[in-house]
């Protein structure tokens, strides 16, 4: 349908070295009688690997092509998010980097633009994937926009991210991984109002309230922190692997301690709290196990601030 001949630079993508590789050695054979004769290739079998390299655990809208929704890519066990953390890209932020990404994602909060908020993760991501495929990142002075500027065409949709949204791309490779991280958590109290409604029920009899109410009391016994480290990894939870095809019916405990979600200083812990979670409980509920999270970790605080203060006055 496409001639060789009237292929752009635009048409071309970029594969990993070493996929590469592998799909020249996987779907090539030469016949034996005929070593140096002839080569067959397995096109059909080329062009289904490198649509599966690229689809794999994405959703495509087929009315619109372009549209892409990742699934569960930076939750796998083979995490991206750390894979770049062992390449040292995960300096953390200046205060005036935070204030400058938290003031662009107010923004888009506000205006509840959900479209432009995915748009963003996923540019992110590709960005995530390239620098992590890179070999030719001799610095990680380099600010993500330089970066691209170097990696991607002007036309791209990456480059059009990056030249909206300076208080993001000003920030160093170096810091990537802090940069996504905190951007997802901050537009989660977008993302928070657009999760489909059968992740907010409570299984029948399930007194998820008190179930989670005993849970964090356990989790509090080991750290005061793990509190709000649970918090966290339920966002992320959300945020990464919930989607309209998601199961609501596989418990809740085989999901959220995925080592993935949790910041590495607590991992060990969120491995021992895994124990002490209901396994009753599943994925249609983890909304509720959110709020009801939350309402525990304000419950704590309070209570912090008020013996702070009479302290303060018996002194």
Not at 118 to 134: G, W
Not at 285 to 301: M, P
């Amino acid at each position: 349908e496409y001639s060789v001949q009237s292929i752009t630079k635009n048409d071309l993508i970029t594969l990993p070295v070493e996929f590469s590789k592998k799909i020249i050695r996987d779907y090539y054979f030469t016949p034996p009688k005929r070593q140096h004769e002839v080569i067959y290739y397995d096109i059909d079998g080329m062009e289904n690997a490198i649509l599966s390299f690229f689809i794999d655990k994405k959703l495509l809208d087929c009315k619109n092509i372009e549209k892409v929704t990742y699934l569960d890519d930076l939750g796998s066990d083979l995490a991206l998010l750390d894979k770049l953390r062992a390449k040292k890209l995960n300096v953390p932020l200046s205060l005036t980097e935070v204030d400058n990404i938290k003031s662009t994602c107010d923004v888009l909060i506000r205006e509840r633009d959900l479209e432009k908020a995915t748009e963003i993760m996923s540019e992110l991501q590709c960005i995530m994937y390239f620098l992590n495929d890179s070999s030719l990142l001799t610095t990680k002075e380099l600010s993500i926009k330089i970066y691209c500027l170097q990696k991607f065409d002007p036309k791209s949709s990456i480059m059009a991210f990056v030249n909206e949204y300076p208080g993001f791309s000003e920030v160093g490779v170096d810091k990537v991984v802090e940069l996504y991280e905190n951007i997802e958590l901050l537009l989660f109290d977008l993302f928070v109002d657009f999760i489909p409604s059968r992740f907010c029920v409570e299984d029948e009899g399930m007194e998820i309230d008190q179930k989670i109410r005993e849970f964090m009391s356990k989790a509090t016994d080991k750290s005061e922190d793990n509190l709000k480290e649970f918090v966290v990894a339920l966002k992320r939870f959300i945020i990464r692997n919930l989607n309209e095809t998601s199961r609501d019916d596989h418990s809740l405990q085989d999901y959220l301690f995925a080592k993935t979600l949790w910041n590495q200083g607590v991992r060990e812990q969120a491995f021992l709290l895994r124990t002490h979670f209901p396994k009753d409980i599943t994925v249609k509920s983890v909304k509720l196990v959110l709020n009801k999270a939350e309402e525990l970790v304000k419950e704590k605080v309070d209570r912090d601030s008020t013996l702070q203060n009479s302290c303060g006055v018996d002194n």
